[in-house]
């Protein structure tokens, strides 16, 4: 039976008052605006500390079965709690890999083993979970990678390395994409997916310093590392498969994430508000006609992708290139973001230049920093060179 | 500050009806054969296809139903002519259309229950707007004397040649009044003019000495704001004609890189011209989101302020991306791109045209502007 208006109201007005209530205080140090900027061990404990409590308070993972640690009941609820969460402006639920990839591809084709021993800790965030598919040189090229897993008795034997990997270094699982038969016939066909556990001798992570100065991910090395057969997902050679699964859960064009807040909230909005007080030519930046024809243009982009959601929920509106929404969206998303950082940086004038650290700089040099972090998006999960051409390739049938 | 603000964005029943409809008519009675036998004809389109689509009610899909219209408003006659774009039909539905609102929004009720059923019957009407080429001017040059004479011109007037009425824009004495004059009143009156998307028709008018009946006079505080209020439902009909037209131009696009062949591939594989086709594709997705959203907002009062950015951002994404499609599409066709035969043509024509009417880009982006950032 689905929630009445009433009830979804009643729960979001006691959503918003949890969030009121429990909103951490400014920790009096940098956080991490995504996921992928947990750099040391203050910030990573900040923030298990904050999923954690969400997940208490019944507000992450509401959509996931019961039994697994989650609420059981309609995905409208945690929509309206990730609504709630954005409003109030709360820290991120960083455990993104676990709650937005891994775990919905567990609850969806993962067995019930599986289910019962890792979707709990990835809600309650006990667990943090990476990704190990990208190598230094297979990364677009993902179905070419070449880490192998050996199989062993009732056990794989890893080698290779994998890199980029976001929380590499405070990770407990891995979803790991691997070669079982290097003879496949397809490259493709000689990969398998395992759920790998990162405690385990032969393993070993090295951080790589970001652009902004910043650590979050690692490299990661195999060397002779053995784990358990029972890590395989599925069948061995299904590895591919299981993996664009993945993607698609990454890309968000496939449901199932548990919820909360995978990165903080930058509207245009806060790009115009942020502007305050910077001159041009003398007058208000926002009086600048050519200020103002860029500003509306990032409005227009920014609510264009808001209603492109909408209408995907409208099969006449959809209907003549089917996932042409779903499937652009990531590309669309992030391509925005980091053209309206870039602009929001070099509407600042002679202050655009200064960085985080500088403590003359606009909002802390919070629009540099996230400038460079965008790229995050136009590059992981498929950079947006390779998402056009899914969407060409996908949508409009252009050959390969 | 909210900057995005409204995103409403609905579907009705009877949206979906005319769509299906209208996609099936026009795929059936306007390919593209039929849409180049009427690129140099007289009037650009075949009367009797009009009749059937009067036959059809659009005529008075956004007319009330005391004049014999169905009563769905403005936004239900979008998805008619997104089809009619996609399809490139061109025909007198949107001048036609956007007069009778003139009409409707401004006239006295004697004037409606006259001029309005009519043109639910297959009549012809159009608006005569334009002193000049400028959509930024408001269009009340000429002028309407104490003796009911007028004194000036129009250009620009849509399907004028065939019209059995042109509502234009005048002054009387400082006052917005709009004039209703009939085809007989402005015989050898007009000078047609050579446009570059000849899917259409329009002409100069010389409305010098023209005597105006009484009846005929559209007087009064409504009329300035059914200027307003039209001008921006004529932006949403050429942005929603635009979109189908833009689809349509990124179909032919993609049929040539799924075929033509060069260096032992599909030129499709190049992505030199894959990714520009995206941007194409996912530009358009942005124009059509716009159109259904702007079509969601608009009722029978005069339009409000989120009704108002809906329009003018539908317009200004609308046009750019058939400009892009249009022009990428001759390019991408090569030698072939460069021929009256190829298609490639008929949409980077169309898209010109597009471009100006009732405001480019930078005419709404320079109103979007002023009416989100003061
Ligand atoms: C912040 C961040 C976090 C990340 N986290 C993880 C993680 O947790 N786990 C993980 O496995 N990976 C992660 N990645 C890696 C990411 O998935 C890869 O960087 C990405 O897939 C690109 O691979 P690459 O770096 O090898 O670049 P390359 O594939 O070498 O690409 C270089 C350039 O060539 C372009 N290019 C490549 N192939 C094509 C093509 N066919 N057509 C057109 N252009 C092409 C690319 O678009 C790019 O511009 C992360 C990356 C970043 C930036």
Known sequence: MSATEAELAEFRSDVSAWMA???????????????????????????????????????????????????????????????????????????????GWAGPLINDIGTEQEKSKYLKGILSAEDIWCQGFSEPEHGSDLG????????????????GQKIWTTMGNFAKYMILLARTNPEAQRKYDGLSFFLSPMDV????????????????????????????????????????????????????????????LAMVRVTVEDMVEGLEGVERDGAPVLEDPLVRDQLVQAIMDEKALVLSVRRTGIAHLTSDYPGALPLSNKLRASELTRRMRQLAINLQGGEGALYVGDDTARQGGFWQRAYFNSFSATIGGGTSQIQANIVAEHVLGLPK | MNLVGNTDLAFSEEQA???????????????????????????????????????LGWSGIALPESVGGSGLGVGALVPVVEAMGRAMLGTPLINTALAAQLILRSGSSGQVERLLPPLVEGGIATLALLDNGDWGADGLALRLGEDAVLTGSKRFVGDAGVADIVVASASRGGDAVLVVLEAEQLAGRLRPNTLIDQTRRAADIDFTGVQVEAANIIAGDRVAAALRDVRLCGALLVAAEATGSAAACLDTIVEYLKTRKQFGKLIGSYQALKHPTVDILTGMEDARSFVYHAATLLGEDNLDRDAEVACRMAKAQASAILSYA???????????????????????????????????????????????LD
């Open chain 2, 17 to 55: 009806m005319l769509m299906d409809v209208a996609r099936e008519f026009c795929r059936d009675k306007s390919p593209i054969a039929a849409v180049r036998d009427q690129l140099e004809t007289d009037t650009g389109f075949d009367a009797a296809l009009w009749q059937e689509m009067a036959g």
């Open chain 1, 144 to 159: 070419n990678a070449q880490t192998r897993a050996v199989r062993d008795g009732d056990e794989y034997v890893l080698n």
């Open chain 1, 201 to 260: 001798p032969g393993v070993e992570t090295r951080p790589i310093r970001k652009i902004t100065g910043e650590y979050g991910f690692t490299e990661t090395f195999f060397t002779d590392a053995r784990i358990p057969a029972d890590c395989l997902m599925g069948e061995e050679g299904q590895g591919w498969s299981i993996a664009m699964q993945t993607l698609q859960y990454e890309r968000g064009a496939e449901a199932g994430a548990a919820g909360g």
């Open chain 1, 21 to 99: 209530d429990n909103k951490p205080a400014d920790p009096g140090f940098l956080l991490p605006q995504t996921f992928m900027e947990v750099g040391d061990e203050r910030q990573l404990e900040f923030l298990r500390e904050w999923q954690h409590k969400v997940w208490s308070a019944g507000y992450l993972g509401m959509a996931w079965p019961k039994e697994y640690g989650g609420g059981g009941v309609e995905p409208v609820f945690q929509n309206i709690a990730d609504q709630e969460m954005r409003r109030h402006d709360v820290p991120i639920c960083f455990n993104v890999i676990g709650l």
């Open chain 2, 326 to 372: 249009g022009d990428r599409a001759v390019q991408f066709h090569g030698g072939m791109g460069f021929t009256y035969e190829c298609d490639a043509q008929l949409y980077i024509r169309r898209a010109q045209w597009t471009q100006q009417a009732f405001g480019d880009a930078q005419h709404h982006r320079k109103r979007l502007a002023a009416l989100l």
